[in-house]
């Protein structure tokens, strides 16, 4: 995959039950080319459940060539605010795809209002002066039908006039509201004499102070949709109930005669994510997390500072497939996917931390060498580098043991190991502080032993990597873990040890690393030069995955 999704990408993306109704209304003639849109709500940054959506309606216009909108669902005046407008087009391009038209469901207002009139016209929509408790108390429940409002059979020149008055400015926020006139005994409570207008003195970033009246998402949203000529408007699970009423709204309004149908799949849940904007914004608000783009967010743009990259992400949400039940995905599954494409696309450079000195007792005083390594080791083309290798060096903390355990192979007192690329050197003695601490290890190099001599004379079974010391650059290392913990009770809660901070000494080519650049960090994991901290003279780091799996396929 490149960066870029391309409809090659898509061809022979998984089939899943919205497939196979297109299929079906392109097989009957319904439509001959099919239009889906992602239609978020300016009002926070996007998240991983947001690219599932993103993936499934760019994906499936890729797939059938047909054409997907960023449309912005910005009928709520207030909450909106442009920084979130661009962060939102930055994270469609960034995960690869390109909208068709960029558009803006406020651009319809007019249509909107002509579309409240036509009901009224026709005596299906009405004005009603109860207040919002009235109409939640008259509204019924699941088992008792509700109660007809008092204003529901005003006559439609009195409707006509009062929703002339409530666009003039003529009533309070919250007064009156024009209502659906459809069935308060309707099992489906959504039918129960909707409100599909209010009013709301408010200025609105696009439209300014023209209205003071606004449609509800259920009478917007459908209208929306058919005046951009969408075929199949692709929702979450939440809006099932709410589709008798998408339906009504196009059937009665009558403006289209060949509407959009809507479709609901189940949202996008991973362990460990907290996935709802309002929660996200209250942690960048209070300051717990460092942004939007704290790379423990499940936002898009926290992922990408990550280093988790579109490809990852794309073929995730598409092979977990788009069901119809909700459910949760272990965080182990996508973090598998963003392994998978790291593996054969970043190099690897030595890094220790917890570092422990090495003295090369034998290996003279002021002399290097230079040792080589592969970049990638199931990648050829990606070819070798030279790493220093002197009479000192660093090792990781992780590959000494001075009371070894069972099955370590790696290095402690008597033992002989491999340096990656280097030599194999044994360790003689440890040398300690007055308080008992490590000061360093002294070792010996066996020149036989040099990589690439073919050496045969005997086998070892650790083979650990080092730093050599004069030429090493300390870095700095966000180690990250999950954002979110649960608690005894089942629930996540913020987990303040999400973020460790440490460093380490890596090899002289680390000062080349660019901002955003990712590397794999030789039996460690996978690190990205923080595309925010990294400058040419500090180093910072972020973890993006381990190297190992705990996800089975
Ligand atoms: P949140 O609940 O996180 O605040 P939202 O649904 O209010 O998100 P919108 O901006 O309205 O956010 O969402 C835009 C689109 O993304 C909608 O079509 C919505 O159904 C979809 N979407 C949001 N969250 C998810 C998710 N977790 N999985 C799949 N699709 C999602
Ligand atoms: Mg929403």
């Not at 054409?67 to 690869?96: A, H």
């Not at 651009?107 to 026709?122: G, N, P, R, S, W």
């Not at 280097?422 to 000061?439: F, L, P, Q, S």
């Not at 290392?477 to 973020?499: H, Q």
Request: aromatic share 12%.
């Amino acid at each position: 995959m490149s960066d870029r999704a391309k409809a090659s990408d898509y061809k022979d993306m998984r089939s899943n039950f919205i497939h196979d109704i297109i299929d079906e209304d392109l097989a009957t003639g319904k439509w001959t080319s099919i239009a889906t849109r992602f239609p978020p709500e300016p009002n926070g940054y996007l998240h991983i459940g947001h690219a599932k959506s993103i993936c499934l309606n760019f994906g499936t216009a890729l797939k059938y060539g047909g054409r997907c909108n960023l449309r912005y669902d910005d009928t709520n005046p207030i909450k909106e605010d442009m920084e979130f407008v661009n962060s939102i087009e930055q994270d469609v391009r960034w995960l690869g795809f390109d909208w068709n038209e960029r558009l803006w469901a406020s651009d319809y207002f007019d249509t909107m209002y002509e579309a409240a009139v036509a009901l009224i016209k026709q005596g299906k929509a009405f004005v009603c002066n109860l207040s919002a408790e009235e109409i939640k108390a008259y509204r019924g429940t699941l088992t008792e039908p509700g109660k007809e409002s008092p204003y529901r059979n005003r006559s439609i020149e009195e409707n006509l006039e009062l929703f002339e008055r409530m666009r003039a400015g003529e009533f309070a926020d919250g007064e009156v509201v024009l209502r659906a006139k459809i069935d308060m005994a309707s099992p489906n409570i959504n039918m129960r004499d909707p409100v599909i207008y209010r009013v709301a003195h408010a200025s609105h970033h696009n439209t300014g102070d023209k209205w003071c009246i606004y449609p509800m998402y259920d009478f917007a949203h459908p209208i929306e949709d058919a005046i951009e000529g969408i075929t199949h408007s692709i929702c979450t699970l939440e809006f099932e109930d709410h589709r008798p009423l998408y339906d009504w709204v196009l059937q009665e309004v009558g403006f289209w005669p060949n509407p959009p149908r809507q479709i609901e799949f189940a949202r996008l849940n991973i362990t460990n994510m907290l996935m709802s904007k309002r929660y996200l914004k209250r942690m960048v608000d209070e300051g717990v997390v460092s942004g939007w783009d704290d790379p423990r967010m499940p936002t898009i743009a926290g992922i990408r500072r990550r280093g988790y990259t579109p490809e990852a992400i794309r073929k995730f949400c598409d092979e977990i497939g788009v069901a119809k039940a909700n459910s949760t995905v272990d965080i182990a599954q996508l973090e598998a996917f963003v392994r998978d494409d790291l593996q054969d696309r970043v190099e690897a450079r030595n890094v220790v931390t917890n570092p422990i000195k090495v003295i090369i007792t034998n290996y003279p005083e002021g002399q290097m060498e230079l040792c080589t390594v592969e970049n990638n080791r199931n990648v050829p083309e990606f070819g070798e580098r030279e790493v220093p290798f002197g009479r000192e060096l660093w090792i990781d903390g992780d590959d000494f043991m001075e009371v070894p355990e069972k099955k370590y192979f790696r290095l402690f007192p008597g033992n002989e190991v491999r340096l990656k690329g280097a030599y194999y050197i044994t360790c003689n003695e440890v040398v300690k502080d007055e308080a008992g601490n490590i000061v360093e290890l002294h070792c010996t190099y066996d020149p036989a032993t040099r990589s690439g001599l073919g050496f045969e004379g005997r086998k070892v079974k650790g083979t650990i990597h080092f730093v050599e010391a004069t030429t090493a650059v300390k870095i700095r290392i966000r180690e990250y873990g999950y954002m979110m913990k649960y608690n005894e009770a089942g629930d996540m809660e913020f987990d303040p040890e999400s973020l460790k901070e440490t460093w380490g000494y890596a090899e002289p080519l680390i000062k080349q690393a660019a901002p955003g650049e990712r590397f794999q960090f030789f039996r460690k994991g996978y690190y990205i030069a923080d595309a925010e901290l990294t400058t040419d003279d500090d180093k910072v780091f972020n973890s993006i995955v381990n190297l190992k799996s705990s996800w089975k396929k």
